[in-house]
Structure formats: C-alpha cells, structure tokens
C-alpha cells in the first residue's frame, strides 16, 4: 500500500473508531466431495480455475496478520481438496496467526495430518452428519463418510490436535442430540459445537425436509442443559439454538465488520458468508484492493456498521447493542429489504408471518433431501 493510501486508511479507522478484525474465514476452495442439503455456500461455486493460488492466499495471510487478525480459520468447500493445504497452513503459523482447519475429513490422511501438525496446524473443527454410518451418509450425500470422520478423529488426537466436532441439526438428526455428544466424549474432542440449521444458499431448497419442530427444539435445549452438567470440565457444549423458535435475533457476526470477514475461493471480501445474497452490495477482491482498504473503506463493510442505518424498532430499542439488529442476510431473505428488523425477532411486523410459517414447514412429512450439486 502507498504511503498516502496508509495515511488514508489510518485515519478512516481512527475516524470511525472501527477495531482491526480478530478472525478471518479463508474459504480456500468451494471443491467438496460431500454433498450435505443444507450447504451454506452459495448456489453458483466458485470454479477451481478461479481459486487464488498458493502465493496469492500467503499474501492475503500476511496482510491479515499485519492488519490485526489474530485467528485464521481454514475453510471451504473441503479445503483439504487444496494440494498446498500444508504448505497454506505452514506460511499462516509463520506469520503468527492461530490455525484452525474445518474440515469435513474427506481428503485427510493420518500422514497428512502428521504434516499439518508439523506445520503449526492449532485445532481441526470436523464435522459429522449423525452418529450411524448408515444416517450420516445419507445426510452427506457421500458413501463411507462416516468411517473416514471416525477415522480422522482419531489421526488428529493421536498427533496431538485438539479437536472439536460441528455438527448441524436439524429435524432428522435433532433426535441424536445425545449420541452425538457421547460420540464426541468417544473421539475425545474437547469441544462440540451443536448448531441449528441455517436457511441460507442450498438449505433454502430443503426447508421444508430440515425445519425442526418446536418440541425438539425444546428437547434439544433439556439434552444440552443436562449434558454440560454431566460433561462438566471434560467436555465444552456449544450450541447454537433455532432463532426462528426464539424471541430475538442472534448477534449476527458478532456485529457487521465488527470481528471478522470472509475471504471467498476467488478472493472476494465479504463481512459474513451469505453477505453475496444482498443485491445492493458490491464486493472488493484482494486482487484489485488491500485487505486494510477493504476492511476500514469498503462501501459493504460500513453499510451496517453502527447504528445510522438502522430502522425504527432498533434504532430506539435498548437491545441494538447485543444483537445490532439481528441477520441483515436473513432480513434480506425474509423480509426482501436488508436494512429491515430481522424478521425472528418480536418487534418486527414479520414475526407473526415467519411462526405460521415455520410451524407448516415443520409439520411437512416428507424427508426427501435435494443435494447439494457439485
Ligand atoms: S456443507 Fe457439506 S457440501 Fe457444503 S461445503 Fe460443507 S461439507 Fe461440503
Ligand atoms: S428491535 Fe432490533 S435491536 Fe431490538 S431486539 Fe429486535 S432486532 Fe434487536
């Protein structure tokens, strides 16, 4: 960057007191062999050949680095289908940033996990669709899944990674709540984050096979109270409730461009994954602007930032400071205008809609899954 652009940008933070980011989301590649329904990617990958190259995300690792991030999150797609996986990981632990890989462990090896902690590699964040080889295939779409996750958990807490298991929920797996804790105590993870599905890129086509009822959901929140009781010390529960069955909105982000930015396989800087959703939004690349000019400048980095852009109920609701107004994604998706109160929570006008709403999808019998296409 020239000497005037870094005076520019400095006094652009300064002036609106904007903190450097803490975490940035490398999605590395949209290339996965699974096929799971509800995808948060977006409907149109990324092609391979558009993908940055080796020495492209190094730089974008340094700059990340030099602007403040300190947790880098190693993502896709699959990012193992990446040859240069290792040596990514190596060049991010060099500069002194903390790397975690979220992985579906398709594409792993117990060697290739030996170079990955060779290189620095910090934690592995693995994923698992249901706790039968039978049930989380079918889930992902991909046949022998389940044994090669089992497989991977045990190479990675051999080589001394921590390990956490992800897992997304949803109305026909909710019911293994407890199996897949008690799974993760077996693969000896730390920690298991437990997340309800999403509805956004592919898991819109499958609303209506995913949407959990409220009586699991209820259930799901007793399982979970009762086994960070039980797990106490030994094991951390992290689960991410159905906001559509809850009050108020989540704190989206943490913020937007508050804590962290995504950066997509062809190098596109995004404020969160599903930020392309929002047609008034542009997106800059590392390839044409530094991640400093983008983060502090940016036109979709600050459309959200703060408070001015918020509507009435926020703007006078003595909650915009915990959840700033809830998803601007999901606003979009539901209530069409990116700028309206998120539609889950209580104050909007839409929530009477989005329970009547929620309630039908969740009553539909059918299981079909759509999935996602590769
Ligand atoms: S959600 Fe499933 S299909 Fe989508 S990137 Fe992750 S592992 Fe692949
Ligand atoms: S009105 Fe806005 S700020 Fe208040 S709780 Fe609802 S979404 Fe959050």
């Not at 039968?132 to 089992?150: L, Q, V």
């Not at 991977?152 to 051999?158: E, L, M, N, P, Q």
């Not at 992800?166 to 026909?172: D, E, I, L």
């Not at 596109?268 to 047609?279: D, G, K, Q, S």
Request: with cysteine.
């Amino acid at each position: 960057m020239s000497d005037t652009l870094t005076v520019q940008t400095h006094a652009a933070r300064d002036s609106l007191r904007i903190p450097p980011p803490m975490a940035m989301l490398a999605e590395l590649t949209h290339r996965c062999p699974l096929a799971c329904p509800y995808c948060s990617n977006p409907i149109e990958l990324t092609r391979g050949n558009e993908e940055l190259s080796t020495e492209e995300w190094i730089g974008v690792f340094r700059q990340a680095a030099a602007l403040g991030v300190l947790h880098l999150h190693l993502s896709g797609g699959e990012p193992a289908a990446r040859r240069d996986l290792v040596e990514l990981t190596q060049a991010a632990a060099s500069l002194g940033l903390y790397t975690n890989l979220i992985t579906s462990g398709v594409g792993l090896t117990e060697a290739r996990i030996g170079s990955l902690a060779d290189a620095g590699l910090e934690h592995v964040q693995l994923s698992i669709q249901g706790v039968s080889p039978e049930g989380a295939d079918r889930i992902s779409g991909y046949k022998g899944g389940y044994e090669r996750k089992i497989a991977v958990a045990g190479w990675t807490t051999d080589a001394g990674i921590p390990l956490t298991l992800n897992a997304v929920c949803h109305r026909q797996n909710m019911s293994e709540i407890d199996a897949m804790i008690d799974l993760a105590i077996r693969l000896k993870a730390r920690r298991i984050e437990v997340a309800t599905v999403q509805f956004h890129g592919w898991a819109e086509r499958n609303k209506a096979a995913l949407m959990p009822t409220r009586e699991q959901v209820e259930r799901a929140s007793e399982t979970v109270t009762k086994a960070r009781e039980k797990y106490k010390g030994v094991l951390v529960i992290d689960y991410v409730p159905a906001d559509y069955y809850s009050s108020y909105p989540k704190a989206c982000m943490g913020g937007w461009g508050r804590v962290g930015l995504n950066v997509t396989p062809s190098g596109r800087v995004l404020p969160c994954h599903a930020a392309e959703t929002i047609p008034s939004l542009s997106f800059e690349t590392v390839r044409d602007c530094s991640l400093a000019e983008i983060w502090y400048e940016s036109d979709a980095f600050n459309a959200y930032r703060g408070e001015d852009w918020m509507p009435e109920p926020c703007r006078s609701c003595e909650r915009k400071k915990v959840d700033f107004g809830g998803c601007r994604c999901q606003a979009m998706a539901l209530a069409g205008n990116a700028r309206a109160t998120d539609p889950v929570c209580i104050r909007s006008p839409l929530r009477e809609h989005l329970t009547r709403e929620t309630e039908r999808l969740s009553a539909t019998a059918s299981t079909d899954l759509v999935y996602r296409g590769r």
